[in-house]
């Protein structure tokens, strides 16, 4: 039986925004993306063009009633706002991380999607992709035993070399609420952690910002430090509601990307790559030996698509070449993405009636930890968490290819 596709409409046509178009439109027979809208309607323009759909307003996407779902692109410091516009409007949301810039703001958006009937849903999306569904099949079967602890570490730093007043042209640069780094990074390990394991009950920890000085001479700001008022760097210890101990170390002013989950089990031990992307080994070592071996994928949405290929070559045409700006030179990095599928999720659990995997919850769990943090280093205590949202159920494994979305359809 031939299914019906939910109309879509994308707000926010920024560096983002390529992948969701490439994904969305090429990939996933349940969405038909039929528009876009952006601050500055030459983005939005030019996206329209690439992939046929139509340029439309805000108001036009919100007030068309075969449109279901709108896509939330905008800046982190957008994304409340937005979301509510679209929530009042009757639409359903997917927004980008982080769900809102504070714990309070996405509890409301919850409770307004709640009374209005639709659903909200919220990025990282990653955790649907090829690698962490084998880790979640891995864990679940019993290779790894009990789970013990789990470590969540990334190291990264945001670049403070460039030329433009703040990076990424974020309003209130990469220093504050919804912003810092345990907001847009930590969410991709919050989510790949609760995937794993479910939520977590209590946090402790300790946040910091170093305050570094912009670098870069042709810089206005140069010489200032950043304008932070939100942590920058925390680490935390973790308690879930399983039983399992953990850590999670997010670090924002530091240099030499380390991305990396290890689950640590009573028989084994589970090494997971960046849940940032959507590629990457999954290594297991098992009791009685030293050895990491590598574990078959055994799930789709990993690595390239089939239609990558094709959109390679044709961006390969219309490539500035080594002297482009960052924004310019910002979709190659994501060739292979497959951001985008918690959307075709939503759209399906739509349709059968089901709870969607990238729920809103989840957002806000990730959200009322990062805060959490905060208040225990600042009040001298442990956290105790008042969110508990529901482990995501996993995808069935063995659908490649043509037959990939199959899975969604559950």
């Avoid at 038909?32 to 439309?56: L, N, T, W």
């Avoid at 997971?272 to 590629?279: A, G, I, L, R, S």
């Amino acid at each position: 039986m031939a299914i019906k596709p939910i109309k879509t409409a994308v707000i926010g046509c920024g560096m983002i925004s390529w992948t969701y178009f490439k994904n969305m439109v090429n990939d996933f027979g349940i969405l038909d993306v039929v528009g876009c809208s952006d601050i500055i309607p030459e983005r939005s323009a030019a996206r329209a063009k690439e992939f046929g759909i139509k340029q439309m307003t805000n108001e036009e996407i919100l007030k068309d009633p075969d449109i279901k779902i709108v896509v939330n692109l905008t800046y982190p410091s957008a994304h409340y706002d937005v979301t509510k516009m679209c929530i009042e409007a009757g639409k359903h949301v997917h927004t980008e991380k982080a769900l809102a810039n504070t714990y309070a703001e996405a509890k409301a958006l919850i409770d307004l999607a709640d009374k209005k009937g639709v659903r909200l849903s919220s990025a990282p999306d990653t955790f649907l992709g090829g690698p962490y569904q084998t880790a979640r099949k891995a864990i679940d079967d019993g290779w790894i035993g009990k789970p013990i602890c789990a470590m969540a570490t990334l190291v990264r730093g945001y670049k403070n070399d460039g030329v433009t007043p703040l990076p990424f042209g974020r309003p209130g640069g990469m220093w504050v609420a919804g912003n810092s780094m345990p907001y847009d990074m930590g969410g991709y390990y919050v989510h790949a952690l609760i995937h794993l394991l479910g939520p977590i009950s209590r946090v402790g920890g300790f946040g910091m910002s170093c305050g570094q000085p912009f670098v870069n001479p042709k810089n206005e700001n140069y010489g200032k430090p950043f304008p932070a008022t939100a942590d920058t760097s925390i680490t935390a210890a973790l308690e879930f509601k399983n039983g399992t101990l953990g850590t999670l170390v997010v670090l924002g002013e530091c240099y030499g990307e380390v991305p990396r989950i290890e689950i640590y089990g009573t028989s084994g031990t589970l090494i997971c790559p960046d849940p940032n992307v959507f590629y990457g080994p999954v290594l297991i070592g098992r009791h009685g030996s030293n050895e990491l071996k590598e574990l078959p994928i055994l799930h789709d949405y990993n690595n390239f698509s089939k239609n990558d290929q094709i959109f390679n070559e044709e961006f390969e045409k219309t490539n500035v070449g080594p002297n482009a700006t960052f924004e310019e030179q910002f979709p190659r990095m994501y060739f292979g993405s497959r951001r985008g599928l918690g959307v075709a999720d939503l759209a399906w659990a739509i349709t059968n009636n089901r709870p969607h995997r990238c729920n809103a919850e989840l957002g806000l769990h990730h959200l009322e930890i990062v805060e959490g943090v905060a208040e225990s280093y600042k009040k001298d205590i442990l956290y105790k968490l008042k969110t508990c949202p529901a482990q995501p159920a996993p995808l069935l494994a063995g659908f490649i290819g043509g037959a990939a979305e199959k899975v969604l359809d559950t």
